[in-house]
């Protein structure tokens, strides 16, 4: 099994995760998707190295993980929708009106 190749593609997700974060800047629901496949490619680094190094640690990781971005995402798209009601449009470049 060549480790090699299985540490490539999560690394490769990831940094198409990091370029979605730097060339989009305009929408918002893409920058959330950005933010969601960086943290299922680190996952999966994780579950790689726990199968290698026959260790539990790394899925408990991954567990704790999963848990912090559904929670992220279930709070971003709940924000979302909430500015979407006030503004009629979702843009970053107006969001700094949130401000309380």
């Known amino acids: 099994m060549n480790l090699l190749i299985f540490i490539i593609i999560p690394a490769?997700?990831?940094?198409?995760?990091?370029?979605?974060?730097?060339?989009?800047?305009?929408?918002?629901?893409l920058i959330l998707i950005s933010v969601e496949l960086m943290l299922l490619a680190i996952n999966?680094?994780?579950?790689?190295?726990?199968?290698?190094?026959?260790?539990?640690?790394?899925?408990?990781?991954?567990?704790?993980?999963?848990?912090?971005?559904?929670?992220?995402?279930?709070?971003?798209?709940?924000?979302?929708v909430v500015y979407y009601r006030m503004q009629g449009s979702i843009s970053i470049d107006s969001i700094n009106l949130m401000r309380g």
């Open 12 to 29: 490769v997700s990831f940094f198409i995760g990091v370029s979605g974060i730097i060339f989009n800047k305009k929408n918002a629901i």
């Open 44 to 80: 999966f680094i994780f579950l790689i190295s726990s199968v290698y190094l026959d260790d539990r640690i790394g899925q408990i990781f991954a567990l704790l993980i999963l848990t912090v971005a559904a929670a992220e995402s279930s709070i971003g798209l709940g924000l979302f």
